[in-house]
């Protein structure tokens, strides 16, 4: 530091360092702050942009009424119809109920059972956006329109009844009556044995007569026959 005297009495103080040199570096890094800065300002410029630009695409996703089913008017416009379309129903199946040619009546069930199902699937598409009690009653007028159709068909068209068919019991099988010429011969060998066994040899007529008497009972099995013979 250099102390200078000036002649009024003042003191000029300053640094050996001249001041260009000082005001110079001094500068420089002044500039390098306020570049520094603006980056950081754009940068935080930038994340405030995305973060808005995040926050507008949710809120645009997240509208109640981005979806046309889902407005008040849409609501109305399918409850009319599912009205509409509940009325034609239980006509068509009053008018299959009081048919009185029973040809078609058949296609007339099937195509109200179409009916109802093509009322249900529209039903189920709009379950989501529907209130919740509305949604309550349209699934209890489907199910109440199934059990009317099934009712209906049990009435006009009932069920074949199965039934197991009856087995014919076999008969006891009845042994034959023996003829009249069967009766003659055993009454005939009761009489008179030997008279059957007439030509034949001694001792063979005395097996046959024993044999033919021992099975009809006439003398037991251990008797002698020859004196019969």
């Known amino acids: 530091m250099t102390d ?10 300053y640094d050996d360092k001249p001041i260009e040199e000082d005001d110079g570096g001094l500068s420089k890094e ?11 300002q754009r940068k935080h410029a930038a994340m405030i942009q995305r973060l808005s630009n995040l926050h507008q695409s949710r809120l645009a996703s997240c ?3 981005s979806n046309p089913n889902t407005s008040p ?4 416009s399918f409850l009319s119809h599912f009205s509409g379309s509940k009325r034609s129903i239980e ?4 008018q299959v109920c009081k048919a009185q040619d029973p040809t078609n009546l058949r296609s007339e069930l099937e195509r109200v059972s179409t009916s109802i199902a093509s009322l249900e699937k529209q039903v189920a598409e709009r379950l989501y956006f529907l209130p919740s009690y509305e949604v309550r009653s349209c699934l209890k007028t489907v199910s109440e329109l199934k059990q009317a159709l099934e009712q209906a068909n ?8 199965f039934s197991f068919r009856n087995k014919t019991a ?3 099988s009845i042994p034959e009556c023996p003829s009249k010429n069967n009766d003659i011969e055993n009454n005939t060998m009761a009489q ?5 066994f007439q030509g034949l040899d001694l001792p063979g007529k005395m097996r046959s007569c024993q044999w033919i008497l021992a099975k009809l009972g006439k003398i037991k099995p251990e008797e002698s026959l020859c004196s019969q013979i």
């Open 73 to 76: 008017d849409s609501t109305q």
């Open 154 to 161: 049990s009435t006009i068209i009932p069920k074949k009844k």
């Open 170 to 172: 076999k008969k006891d």
């Open 91 to 94: 006509s068509e199946l009053s």
């Open 4 to 13: 200078n005297t000036k002649s009024d009495g003042r003191v000029d103080v």
């Open 192 to 196: 008179n044995p030997g008279s059957l």
């Open 63 to 65: 509208k109640p009424n």
């Open 30 to 40: 002044i500039i390098k702050d306020e570049i520094s800065n603006t980056a950081i």
